[in-house]
């Protein structure tokens, strides 16, 4: 933050937005700005974050809180009249104080280059090639694929995009149901260098789709986008050491390495419910939302109660005759203090005038949604209630969020029996309230804890005989989320297909990225990397594109021709996913969740905690790669 960037701001503006800012975040803006160590002692350390609340008071009392935000005012008017920032660039040391004062808890010193990265304190330079004999076809263009051609341009690497659809934003295109948002923060589900004025603090889809929409507009990405193509077979040509990329209209394009960006959200799954095809009105996987649909005044069954049924519920409830939820395992669910809550023009005003003020609140979210929950979902082999929790602090969180669900179904003995899971918390995927508790409560909503065994004509029917007649069927069954790559035939050096190599549903990959028998080809969203403790995965996805740009960059600088991950590197990888994994909760018998596979491993979730993984991903190691040098025309 130079002088040079320094706004002018007008005092009594000022006064006014820090009336709504998070009083933490504050704190950590006004001790950077002046230095002044008081500020990181009592009374004004905040308070701990209750679960995923923002913490917006910081559990100060009036006085006090007057006390910060007069001399915020008083800080950041300085700041723009030209006074320097007292610790423009924290050190390890300090960023750990002052990140460990803002959130209400010690955070461990090994998050502080992370952090520090993420705040753009430390971020290193892209390495750019003057000239590169490498070129690159990346296939899909939502989250991943956009961030690939971003730091492919920088790094000078030759590219060009391939998406099967006809605009950016991958699921975020796709996904058109009402409801549909983020279960992230929304300043968090955001590229560390593309910050954005959300209106909400969970944003809906098309607020999250018009970002990316920015984002490409801001970065010339279409340029390099062909759209409305998809890929149909990728295979590996040794002799010229290149990939050859037909689409499904027979093009063909080569390219020295291909990374996929095609996710693990974006195949909808759908059950072979017996009669299913029989059924006379509307049935459709949420991913597949009728344009021209209008379910007012319509009797609708929802098959599945996960997230997107969490969404669609509320969403459609109040203007349905009536909604018959079919739900075969309840979810845990948490409340956020801010779901609900629309982001002003006060905080918005410091999100873009105060930049410490913006990078001190997303840091305080990664902190609160990250790893913050990680030690929790180890599982204690004494613990004695291994059917309901795995440790003590996961029967904490049990009881926090049982009350939650009493509380919010009080008077429903009868919803609170159906909607109170058995196993423990985090075992699934956990959620957030969007209102799906009240939805239940209401007159024209039936929750039946029943699986779906048939459906005919005008019926949907559960395994205990529950028949709900009905106009529409929602299928909210979720995504093939264990068929990577599908429906792309990916044929490596061997010639052997990637589906024969993983199997029907056991996909692995050397950190998620990269696999044995095929050379320059580099997977984002891989095997083992969606987050299952919390987080954004744009995080995931800006690791794996780092490591894949060094590595491209190393190749070009070195003259290398192909890399090959070796076999007993991604052995030894694998191995220690599975390790870890068995003994953490999603391995826990007592439930099924979609992040394992049918024979009991985990395959879609990360292990290890995000720094754990960004400190994985910092840097790619030749040591681990049989190289091919260039071969000289």
Known sequence: MSTSETPVIDRSRVGRAVESANMPSLVAVLYQLTGDRRWLEAPYRPTRSRGMDDNDSGGFGPDVADEIRSAAVDAIVAWSDGAPVAVPTPTDEQLVEMISAAVGEPVPAEFAEMIAEDMGFARPEPRHAAATHLSVIVIGAGVSGMLAAIRLREAGIEHVVLEKNSDVGGGWFENTYPGAGVDTPSHLYSYSFAPSAWTSHFGKRDEVWQYLRNVASQHDLHERIRFDTEVSTAQWDADQRYWRVETTTGEVLTASVVITATGQLNKPKVPPIPGLETFEGPIFHTAQWPDDL????????????????????????????????????????????????????????????????????????????????????????????????????????????????????????????????????????????????????????????????????????????????????????????????????????????????????????????????????????????????????????????????????????????????????????????????????????????????????????????????????????????VVEQRVSS
């Open 294 to 625: 209008d379910l007012t005044g319509k009797r609708v069954a929802i098959v599945g109660s996960g997230a997107s049924a969490m969404q669609v519920l509320p969403a459609i409830a109040p203007i349905v005759a009536h909604a018959t939820v079919f739900q075969r395992s309840p979810q845990w669910v948490a409340s956020s203090d801010v779901y609900f809550e629309p982001i002003d023009d006060d905080v918005n005003f410091l999100m873009d005038t105060v930049p410490l003020y913006r990078l001190w609140y997303r840091a305080r979210l990664a902190w609160n949604f990250n790893d913050r929950v990680h030690p929790s979902l180890q599982v204690d082999p004494d613990w004695e209630h291994p059917s309901a929790s795995v440790n003590a602090v996961n029967d904490a969180h049990r009881r926090v969020f049982t009350r939650y669900i009493e509380k919010e179904l009080a008077g429903r003995p009868d919803l609170i029996d159906k909607a109170l899971p058995d196993y423990p918390p985090f075992g699934k995927r956990m959620l957030l309230d969007n209102g799906w508790y009240a939805a239940l409560t209401r007159d024209n909503v039936t929750l039946v804890a029943e699986s779906v065994t048939s459906i005919d004509s005008r019926h949907v029917r559960g395994r205990f005989g529950t028949a709900a007649e009905v106009d529409v069927v929602i299928l909210a069954t979720g995504f093939e989320t264990h068929k990577l790559l599908t429906p792309i035939d990916v044929r490596g050096r061997s010639g052997r297909s990637i589906r024969e190599a993983w199997g029907p549903e056991d996909a692995h990959a050397y950190l998620g990225i990269t696999v044995p028998d095929y050379p320059n080809l580099f997977i984002t969203c891989g095997p083992g990397t969606v987050l299952g403790h919390g987080g954004s995965y744009i995080t995931i996805a800006e690791c794996q594109v780092r490591y894949i740009i060094d590595l491209l960059s190393t190749m070009t600088e070195q003259s290398i021709d192909v890399v090959e991950v070796k076999h007993e590197v991604e052995q030894d990888y694998v191995r220690r996913h599975d390790d870890a994994h068995s003994r953490m909760i999603w391995t826990h018998e007592g439930m099924d969740n979609w992040y394992r596979n049918d024979a009991g491993r985990v395959v879609s979730t990360l292990p290890w905690r995000i720094v754990d993984y960004w400190q994985m991903t910092r840097e790619a190691d030749l040591d681990d790669y």
